[in-house]
């Protein structure tokens, strides 16, 4: 069986970045991340990342600092129902801790079963997601949908509650709003008093609306003000975060007491051993050498070969080859490299020729932006359809 996280001391499990707070501890973890329970030793997270924050991307994030790490948002059903997708969620490995698992739904009688098994499969977390801007996500009633719909939201964050809050911190991911409108504001802000009244932990704002989806800037003045409005209550930021020094000034600028860093970070974990630098008061490290990406890349490598195989890994790869390549001082070639490859040979042969530390390189520049990746199945383009 199982073990189960209230029955099993859960810091054998965790990085030296997270440990459960043992109360006498409380006084001197002020300056740290608090989600419930959790002490995370820096104030950067990776953000749920759907189609990439599988389980290799979390460990080479946690290989690089990032103190806790959200798995791609999972649709509450498919952990009810057995099958593939059922067993894959429930897979939580001992050295993938602490880990949050991200529901999402549109029935509140299946979030609280769902929840429940997520807690009971071993992640640390549950994350209720009200941000996806899909359009198919919109039209199943799904994610930022729930915007637009606060009873039922808070009916969702009850049942959560309910079935998980004694043992495991809920948390909540929100744009914010569906759109600029009056009754989006006051929406937005309904379902965020209610959900920490409700018990929740944390709340994840992104401050870009669900109609924007991912076009113009995410508004930090509006995590500014609801920072403001929440007082000691832990508010993480999301949006535009492609750089440390972004992070640094989202936290500065906002008073937000964390941040979920999503685009910044696919093909780039060095942003968190960057984000521990800046964090410390000391300089930016060096961008990453031929022989570190080739490092990152090559462990990144074997955790896919290792949950895929040699069938599948070349082309799940591929993907985050393509933003590892940002980094390349031949950055065009690299990615095209990445883009031709078809299988796992192809994958190590572009490692071997691209990333060989013993050739003459020219010099490595630090990644900034975030090139373009939007998201699976969001367009850049606002959205047109009325939401439902
Ligand atoms: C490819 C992609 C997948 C995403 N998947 C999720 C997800 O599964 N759950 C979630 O809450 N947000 C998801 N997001 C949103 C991000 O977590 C983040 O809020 C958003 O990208 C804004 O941050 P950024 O501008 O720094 O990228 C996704 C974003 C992208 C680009």
Known sequence: MREQFSTVNPNRFLTSAARIEAPQER????TMLRIGPLQLDIPFVQAALSGYSDLAMRRTARRHGAPYTLNEVMLDKFILQPGKKRREALEVSPDDHPVGGQLMGSDPDVFGPAAFELAQAGYDVIDINFGCPVKKVLGRCRGGFLLSQPDVALDIIRRVHDAVGATHPVTVKMR???????????????????????????????????????????????????????????????????????????????????????????????????????WRGEELPPPPSIQRQRDAIASHWCDSLEIYGHKHAGRVMRKFGIKYAEHHPCASEVRAAF????????????LELWYNPERDWPEVRRREGHGDLIAAGATAEPLRVDAP
């Open 339 to 350: 883009i031709a490859v078809n299988n796992w040979a192809e994958f190590e042969n572009v």
């Open 176 to 278: 914010r709003g569906m759109d600029d409108g009056r009754e989006s504001r006051r929406h937005f802000f309904e379902i965020l008093d209610g959900a920490f009244d409700l018990g929740v932990a944390a709340v994840t704002v992104h401050g870009r609306t669900v109609r924007q989806r991912y076009v113009g800037p995410s508004q930090w003045k509006f995590l500014a003000e609801v920072k403001r409005h929440v007082g000691e209550k832990v508010i993480l930021g999301s949006g535009d975060l492609f750089s440390a020094q972004a992070c640094m000034e989202m936290i500065q600028r906002t008073g937000v007491d964390g941040v979920t860093i999503a685009r910044g970070c696919i093909g780039n974990p060095w942003i968190f051993e960057e984000c521990r630098a800046l």
């Open 27 to 30: 006084s001197k973890i002020d």
